[in-house]
C-alpha cells in the first residue's frame, strides 16, 4: 500500500476517494527510562530509548491507518499527517496520530 504526505501520487490517478482515515497510538512513559533520559539530557546526546519508542508508535499508528484504509477498500493513503501529543497527568503518556485520505489508485 503507497501511503505518502503528498495529496497525489505521481503517474497514479486517483480513481476514487474512500474518505478519511487515522491510526492513534497512546504509549505510557516509564519511570526509569525518564530517568536516564533526563540524565542523558544534563551531559549531552540524544535519548536512544525515547526515539525506539517514538519511531514504534508512528509506525503502529500508520499501520492502523493502512489497516483503515484497506477495510474501505483502498490501496493508497494520500495527504498523511504525523501529529505527537503529550498527554496524561503530569505529561506522563505521549500520543501519535496519523491521518489521511483514503483512496483507490
Request: contains cysteine; aromatic residues 4%.
Amino acid at each position: 500500500m503507497i501511503v505518502t504526505t503528498t495529496h497525489t501520487i505521481e503517474g497514479r490517478p486517483i480513481r476514487e476517494y474512500l474518505g478519511i482515515v487515522t491510526g492513534e497510538v497512546i504509549v505510557g512513559a516509564n519511570l526509569f527510562r525518564d530517568l536516564f533520559a533526563n540524565i542523558r539530557d544534563i551531559v549531552g546526546g540524544r535519548s536512544g530509548s525515547y526515539e525506539r519508542i517514538l519511531g514504534e508508535a508512528r509506525e503502529k499508528a500508520i499501520q492502523e491507518l493502512q489497516a483503515e484504509c484497506g477495510s474501505r477498500g483502498g490501496n493508497a493513503v494520500v495527504g498523511i499527517d504525523l501529529d505527537y501529543e503529550v498527554i496524561g497527568q503530569k505529561g506522563s503518556m505521549l500520543m501519535v496520530s496519523a491521518s489521511g485520505t483514503a483512496v483507490r489508485i
